[in-house]
């Protein structure tokens, strides 16, 4: 062999040249912290500590959930962690305020530069912003005074009769403004806690409802219809209630007092049998579901037996408008559905203001289902806010002179509807978890052709064909658990009989993990004795070396370098690598068996549980590692340098596929996630790291063979001295990535800040449109119509996107100034008077100084304000003439025309389409454009039989803000 192939002092030169760039550690699983401020930010909801940086002397509501000790888990655990969130949050300067048990947490005021120092301290998992919640006590004002035929609908009544279902036995909480103690459901509210007073306290009798908002739920779900002679029953009307008070009188509350009523739902659910949850209330999506506190908690519910109903939110209909906790995956998320007062489907169609999928931040389809929810009768709690707000909406029952009923529309009244059928299905079997509940309502729901998965879900609710279904499920919901409920219950059933696919619950930690996690260390263990006990005789082991390399193991991996990605790296893999190249597998294990200790305990005591697998799943990788070595040519001790360099490049290849593999799969068996995600996430950067490591394990061996214990000593401080400058490297990284880190927080508050304004921007025009449903039902459907034929004939005349969208939204809100000409005058049977006439003439000018204040609907104000203008100069308010009247204003005028001549009015029945086609062409060069009416009575006569597109009408008017904005 060739000089140059065998080790000499010339390998030892070489050796000590070699730089250190990347020694990686053993990959545990335990992640470490990174510095302070980059803590802080994964600690901390990123609008809230842009805030807390901006305004350091303000004080913000919040919620602190505690960080688990992973050395005591039992059922104590949760108790402890919000003890240590008090502290943290007392330590803090902060005042803590309630106790949040089903999130390990609590609530409190901390100023902006104590929630720094709160986001810091190792106690804290977790800070969110306390944020604000609402009921929406009515959007859609429009509500009729007669009552709809939501349980007809949804077939419960023939479910009753046919099963004998009512609900009996089954409790359902309320978490709503309170239930009134109304004759309907006299004897079935067993129980009422009001958590908006100083001092909650539990009540064996009704404590009323300030708001009316509750009242009326509790009667959509169990209502039995004793004032009205059966004619407004509620789904389940033998069901309980249990009224669990959380929002005011005005419809306001916030997450904490939500949390505090979950949390008492949770410790009482099985004194009163509670198996189902409705929240006909929600906050707009501020993160990701896994990082709310909101569904930490129904989740919680969930894994206990809970199912929980959650309403859509009623900020419809752009998308991505579903409010928390309905983002959740694992609760039932209810939209509302119109079902125009019939008991068949012909005339459905999905509520305009029902809030639509997917989710913001995780795209997840929702709604889950649809429910009845506009111009729904349920019960009335007499003097409440909603009693003083809407009289108008009192409804009376049958033979009785006061009025006990009120209508209302909302997903508030779509989800009560769903919660009633939960009711009926545990009913007849109680046995059902919650994930089968929700599976039997999804599968049986009636399809609808209208709207798609994002509006309707999968379709109508249908109590009959769920309750008929005996599918015990086979489906799994394979979405990811949140953190909130991860950090909880993981500790709680980890190890333990208790697992995610069982009957319990589905979703998290399979029931393979535990026998994985115990199949790895046997396995361990079974390589270790097998292999260690056989280290080479005195003779051909140095046994300073052994000593020296089993230290310098120890050392390396008690001083690691901390990473960007929670995570750090040491030498110690090195020192594994000269040790079985060295002496063999034996040393090498034994070397393992000291990174295993360090790390036990390092930086803080790990679970034994932890510790055990990261000894087991490192012997294996170890083992693996020193027997490929030695398959592809690998010699002990090392012979030539270029042979051994190429084996141990490949043994580290095999060491880190091993060690990454084997994290990985606990990791995702214990997180319920994607096993390629997982190692993406945690180990695809790695390779060229573990590589290089290896390579350094092989020089520190060829020293010691070239020069014995002197030249490993040598080794040691180039080595030494490369740690070191990595370290200060990463130390400056680290602080450089906070900065950038803070800088990315703070362009996401302004985009989110921006998306909000839009947000805010189209609620107005969702008011907009349905104030003008609530004046006249007559003007939705005309509105609606005379926007269809106006886009045509824009598009037909060759008008810009711009310019169409103008047409859009200038034709559906054409008629909003009517809002300010009375009742009287709108709906009168007869033809007006002239004083009427001069009135109703004002609606233009009324409509256009709506819209002056309007964001995004400036440009469409002189288009409203000249619908009227006649093309001889003779109209109103300006008398303009021909070209002076915006072209939009003249394809509206025309569309208007003829859809006012087609329909029927109070005082004159509907015209034919050819008559009102005529009528048209004879008018045209007068009152209206001539050139318009023979572009529109073309493009009518092609479009004879097309169905118009209502029902995404006002997707359309979104779209055309966006475009026009």
Known sequence: MDRWLRPSRRVMHWACAVVVAVALAETTWTPVADASSAKALQRIDPALFAQAKSHPTTLFDVIVQGAPDRKHVDAREKARSVDRAGKAVQEAGGSPRR??????????????????TLANDDDVAYVFADAALNAKFDPQAGASLVTGAGTLTVKAPATWSQYGVTGRGIAVAVIDSGIYAHRDLAGRIVAAIDFTSASPTVSATPLGDPGGHGTHVAGLIAGDGTASGGAYTGVAPGA??????????????????????????????????????????GTPEQ?????????????????????????????????????????????ITVGAADDNRTSTLGDDSVAAFSSTGPTRYDSLAKPDIVAPGRRMVSLRSPGSALDALLPDRQVTGSGSPTAEYFTLSGTSMAAPMVAGAVALLLERDPTLTPRQVKQRLVSTAAPLSFGTRYTRGAGLLDTLAAVASTDRGSWKDRSRVSDGFAQMVLPLVYGTTLTWEDATFNGGVDSKGPLYIWTVVLGGTICFVLNSLSVKPASSLDPVMFVFLLTLAGIAQRNPVRLFRSSAISVAFAVKIAAYVLFGVSVALWANLVV???????????????????FGQLSLATFAAATAYQIVGGEVPPGAVVPTILAVAFSGAVYFLSSSFMTSLV??????????????????????????????????????QSMGLFGALVFVLPLGIAWYSFKLYMSKSTEVRARVSELQVTNEVLARTNQRLEESHLSVIGALLGSLEAKDRYTEGHSAATMFHAVAVAKRLGLGPDEIAAVQLGALFHDIGKIGVPDGILRKPDRL???????????????????????????????????????????????????????????????????????????RPAMSRELALAELCAVAGKQLSPLVVDVFVGVLREAAGTTQDHENVYQQAVQAVRATG
């Open 99 to 116: 106790a949040l048990g089903i999130i390990g947490g609590a609530s409190a005021k901390v100023r902006g530069s104590g929630l720094i």
């Open 240 to 281: 309980n209630l249990v009224d669990v008070r959380v929002i005011n009188a005005s419809g306001a509350s916030n997450v904490s007092t939500v949390l505090a009523g979950l949390q008492w739902v949770l410790s009482n659910r099985a004194r009163y049998n509670i198996r189902v949850a409705n929240l006909s209330l």
């Open 287 to 331: 993160t990701s579901y896994t990082l709310s506190p909101l569904s930490a908690a129904v989740e919680m519910l969930q894994y206990a037996g809970v199912s929980v109903v959650v309403s859509a939110g009623n900020s419809g209909p752009g998308a991505g408008t579903i409010t928390a906790p309905g983002d959740d995956p694992f609760v």
């Open 596 to 614: 295993v200790g360090v790390n036990a305990v390092t930086p803080s005591p790990k679970p034994v549980r932890k510790v055990l697998f990261n």
């Open 667 to 704: 990791i995702a068996l214990t997180s319920n996630a994607r096993f390629i995600e997982t190692w993406n996430r945690n180990f695809s950067w790695m390779p060229v790291n573990y590589i290089a490591t290896a390579i350094n394990g092989a020089a520190l061996a060829l020293a010691y």
């Open 833 to 907: 008077t002239d004083e009427e006439w001069t009135e109703m003439r004002l609606h233009p000018l009324i409509g256009a100084n709506l819209l002056a204040h309007v964001p995004n609907l400036e440009k469409v104000r002189p288009i409203v304000l000249a619908h009227h203008e006649r093309y001889d100069g003779t109209g109103y308010p300006n008398r303009l003439s021909g070209s002076e009247i915006p072209l939009a204003a003249q394809i509206i005028a025309v569309a208007d025309t003829f859809e006012a001549m087609t329909s029927t009015r109070p005082y």
